[in-house]
């Protein structure tokens, strides 16, 4: 699974894409626990968003590595 | 495409003629605009530049439901948003938005709308420079 | 003449850049255009061009009096506001306002307001050249 | 005293100034009685403001052949 990732979030990551090889992610959610676990920082940040296919996504919603994911912070264009 | 919509995230200097042009439209009596500058200072703190990063594709995708939504609430004509990516400087345009409308009071609530919606929903982030370091907005902890 | 406002009656092509230019200002964040464009058709009728006349002193000082207005009820920072006089063509630029806030919300609040007022209470008046003869806009017994 | 006369008064009363020698016109509401009779068809147009000095007059207010002072009808700009 490959996360796209913006903002604070790739500063946080330290990198632009994440790989993850974890069977057990298959939600929304448990990719949040997965992130709160690995990078303590996203835990400060409660309002990142998941999008999924470039749409937003709820935490209930599955995910698969066909997908494609992104970590979305707090967005401050214009 | 939908033909109505002219919407651009941009690595060069955004021009107002080109949104403008696209817009106009000889059954339209009005045009409204909005162009967001960069500021040189934010919070009492001086500012020397910002750097922009989007999700392009999704960026795109979020701006062109926020255009049709105009189109239904507001019955819009034409509309263009620019925005700006990378480095840009005090006093640049960070975003163009253009709309056409039959009359004119639409074409102000859509415009409106439409700068509203970006800033709260579509990926796009905005890094300040200050003169003592830098910092993504909006993700302070 | 106050300084923060550029106010013209003006018998050639108007532009949005000098508008733009004149009240982009590094304080602010936001800058509103209003353009009102010539249709081709009103109430049903095809519309070939416009005259415009206007008595120009009465009618700078009443615009004058609008943006004095605007900065104290919308603490706008600048504005410009130019009305273009003679024959215009369709989809020529009758008028355009221009305004820059701190923050956006007062910049199309003041943009909306001078439009208004504008079409309200300054003393310039359209001659509409249709198809079949022409006739002062709203001076219809 | 000399009237400047714009839009549909200009056509109306087929000039662009109209003199007028009437020591009889002391106010707003004199001069709107005396265009009303000398050309009828301003009847039709309740909606004409007079403008003395480059600012819309009240009917009460007087005039002299020293103020400058205009025909406004139904305004059109925009």
Chains 1, 4 share one sequence.
């Not at chain 1, 940040?45 to 494609?68: R, W």
């Not at chain 2, 750097?51 to 263009?80: G, N, V, W």
Request: proline share 3%.
């Amino acid at each position: 699974m490959r996360i796209k990732c913006f903002g604070i979030a790739k500063e946080i990551i330290n990198q632009n894409t994440l790989s993850i090889e974890d069977d057990t992610i298959l939600s929304v959610q448990d990719l949040r626990r997965y992130l709160e676990n690995q990078y303590p920082r996203f835990s400060q940040y409660k309002s990142f968003m998941i999008a999924v296919n470039q749409t937003f996504a709820l935490d209930t919603d599955q995910i698969s590595s066909d997908d494609e994911i992104a970590i979305i912070p707090p967005v401050s264009g214009g | 495409m939908n033909q109505d919509f002219d919407i651009k995230i941009i690595d060069k200097a955004l021009s107002i003629d080109n949104a403008y042009d696209f817009v106009l439209d000889s059954t339209c009596g009005g045009i409204t605009l909005f162009v967001g500058t960069v500021r040189n200072h934010n919070k009492g703190e001086t500012v020397t530049h910002l750097d922009f990063e989007s999700y392009r594709p999704m960026a795109i995708k979020e701006l062109t439901k926020i255009a049709a939504s105009c189109q239904t609430q507001f019955e819009t004509k034409k509309i263009a948003i620019y925005h700006r990516e990378g480095l840009v400087s005090i006093k640049e345009k960070a975003v163009i938005i253009a709309v056409s409308t039959i009359h004119r009071k639409q074409a102000f609530l859509a415009c409106e709308f439409i700068i509203d919606q970006l800033k709260l929903n579509v990926p796009i982030w905005k890094k300040e420079y200050l003169m003592d370091g830098s910092h993504w907005v909006n993700a302070r902890p």
